[in-house]
């Protein structure tokens, strides 16, 4: 990544052949990669879980992604080290499907996913899960848990912080910097979007529900395939058991759904937990 060495990772179905794969799935979240990230071997306690992913037939790649890439180059960044990712993982084992790849994240992941999905046209299918979309209306919003409590005033400060110099690395006010806020929006480049999307949300989570529902909205309006699902009740991640089942099956469904003819088997709990492969990569500098 930018010229330095670094390693993605392959959650590989265990004895499954190369034909019977469901699909490649590379699942993304900034800063990612190797055994500390969100989806390394090592952290798999949070989101959506790849080895749950691998076990229902699906070859999962978590490829390693900018952390801190300035706000105004972010979203061409996360397409080019994906496509860089994904280019590596075909070469090391070109059984992999290349013409049924798509694109799932959680939480900043699935505002990583989308950001893709407003560029490429590689991706055949995409799910955004618990993502924030419109960085104006992150910036304002509040979360439903403090919601009771406008008083607070430590709840405007999270989003703001957040939005300015947390994950949002925006920099500034949207006052101050529109341009920035507006051009970070996968919200306002529905239009650019060019394969099908899943979208997840919840009522208690902290990233507020109307994130996915003006970006459900938005793909609407413009003709584009897409489903919402949103669990009530529920938080950034499912507790309910049932409903972590029926996530998982969604996205399942989606990509059997949505990617290009494959197997027609359907997923059963896997006796074996896939172990992932790490592979490393040196990326040409931009």
Known sequence: MNGAEVTDWLYLPPGRAAGDLRGLIVQVYPGQGGPDGWYGPDAQAYGIRPNVLAGAGFAVLSPTSPRDAPAATRGDEFARVVDLAVDAALAAHPELPADRIGVLGHSFGGYMALEIA?????????????????????????????????????????????????????????????????????????????????????????????????????????????????????????????????????????????????????????????????????????
């Open 118 to 286: 407003v560029r490429s046209t590689r991706y055949k299918s995409y799910v955004a899960s618990s993502g924030l979309y419109d960085m104006i209306g992150m910036w304002g919003e509040t979360s439903p848990s403090a919601r009771p409590n406008p008083e607070e005033r430590m709840i405007y400060r999270m989003t703001q912080a957040f939005m300015e110099s947390g994950q949002g690395l925006i920099g500034g006010t949207p006052w101050e910097a529109p341009d920035l806020y507006l051009a970070n929006s996968p919200f306002m480049r529905a239009g650019d979007v060019s394969a099908p999307v899943l979208l997840l949300t919840a009522d208690m989570d902290f990233i507020p529900m109307s994130q996915t529902e003006m970006m459900f909205s938005a793909l609407y309006r413009e003709g584009k395939t897409a489903r919402m699902v949103t669990y009530w009740g529920e938080h950034h991640a499912p507790f309910s058991p049932a409903n972590i089942r029926d996530r998982y099956q969604e996205i399942f469904d989606w990509f059997d759904e949505t990617l290009p003819a494959g197997p027609t088997f359907r997923a059963t709990a896997p006796a074996v937990v896939p172990k992932p492969e790490p592979r490393t990569r040196t990326p040409p500098p931009p």
